[in-house]
């Protein structure tokens, strides 16, 4: 059984450009999490997906940035007009439906020239 | 909203030590207690967590914690370290009306010494 993929591993952009990172959670999994993980940080919820739904959003900077889990295929995390402060790993967390432990992916790792 | 605190950023012990890395979480209402840790370049890891039930809690690769709600505390020890537990340890919250939403601790950096 496959665990959290994330692709890609690691994403350069420089300023401006726009960066998609792809989750595709567990098999058997509908709950879909995006943390951010700064240099020498802890995790920061970002936001909270089932399929189609936004259901927590509280932890999204209010512009540039947007998720989505559509009905198929992996959940995926937009950031647009990227910034150097955006440079960080941005981790997916996926659940099954009743709920319990997170079950992390390796991360994506974010540089913005 | 809930909070957790992770007094200690760095911790270095020597080999076949014991450690204790420390946490107090702060909430409202009833919590789930989590310890993940995270080696270099990877994702988190579930070391062990807490529900209900027995305050003792016992996870992998020896390790265990010990809920105390009166403290609020979910502090992490291990009899006896090894060099491969050197990793960030980070303590989470989960409030029991949200389950899935966990929230982090800052993380605590354990170098274990030869």
């Known amino acids: 059984n496959a665990g959290v993929m994330q692709n890609p591993r690691h994403l350069v952009r420089r300023r401006g450009q726009e960066a998609r990172l792809r989750c595709s959670p567990m098999k058997g999994h509908s709950h879909v999490y995006w943390y951010r993980q700064l240099p020498e940080e802890g995790l920061k919820f970002m936001v909270y997906l089932q399929k189609e739904n936004i259901i927590d959003e509280s932890g999204m900077p209010k512009e540039r940035f947007s998720a989505e889990f559509p009905k198929e295929g992996p959940s995926i995390l937009r950031i647009q007009q990227v910034v150097r402060g955006d440079s960080a790993a941005y981790f997916c967390?996926?659940?099954?439906?009743?709920?319990?432990?997170?079950?992390f992916g390796e991360g994506s790792r974010l540089t913005v020239l | 909203a809930q909070s957790v605190t992770q007094l200690d950023s760095q911790v270095p012990v020597f080999e076949e030590a014991p450690v204790e890395l420390r946490c107090n979480y702060s909430?409202?209402?009833?919590?789930?207690l989590f310890w993940y840790v995270q080696y270099p370049n990877q994702g988190l890891q579930l070391l062990l967590k807490?529900?209900?039930?027995?305050?003792l809690v016992k996870g992998i690769n020896g390790f265990e914690a010990e809920f105390n709600k009166s403290q609020t505390s979910f502090h992490l020890r291990k009899p006896s370290v090894h060099i491969s537990d050197t990793a960030e340890y980070f303590c989470?919250?989960?409030?029991?009306?949200?389950?899935?939403?966990?929230?982090f601790g800052p993380g605590t950096s354990l170098s274990v010494i030869p």
């Open positions: 909430s409202s209402v009833s919590v789930y």
């Open positions: 967390a996926s659940s099954p439906p009743q709920g319990g432990e997170l079950f």
């Open positions: 807490y529900l209900s039930g027995s305050t």
């Open positions: 989470a919250v989960s409030e029991k009306t949200s389950y899935d939403k966990v929230i």
